[in-house]
């Protein structure tokens, strides 16, 4: 429920959107997949794999499911994540 400003640029060529956003000025670039009256947000997920590769790192001396994890971490390159909006 919090608002957050911040400012997009959407490159046409490119289909991307690069979006910064909050006072830190954090800014993310998606790439856009429109399929009929769907479109797709997709963001490179390497980031988010390094911050649960370092918890489940720790974790893994504690936790034999967290040691899992961070094994399997190890095998993905390139992955991406997102979301998908659809038109009313």
């Known amino acids: 429920g919090?608002?957050?400003?911040?400012?997009?640029e959407f490159d046409a060529e490119a289909k991307t959107v690069t979006i910064k956003a909050g006072k830190l000025g954090v800014k993310?670039?998606?790439h856009i997949v429109t399929l009929g009256s769907?479109?797709?947000?997709?963001?490179?997920?390497?980031?988010?794999?390094?911050?649960?590769?370092?918890?489940?790192?720790?974790a893994s001396k504690?936790?034999?499911?967290?040691?899992?994890?961070?094994k399997l971490t190890e095998q993905f390159n390139g992955m991406?994540?997102?979301f998908e909006l659809k038109k009313q």
């Open 62 to 70: 504690l936790n034999s499911s967290a040691a899992t994890i961070n």
């Open 38 to 58: 769907n479109m797709s947000f997709v963001f490179d997920a390497d980031k988010i794999l390094s911050v649960v590769k370092t918890i489940t790192g720790v």
């Open 2 to 8: 919090k608002k957050v400003n911040g400012t997009y």
């Open 80 to 82: 991406m994540i997102g």
């Open 28 to 30: 993310t670039t998606a």
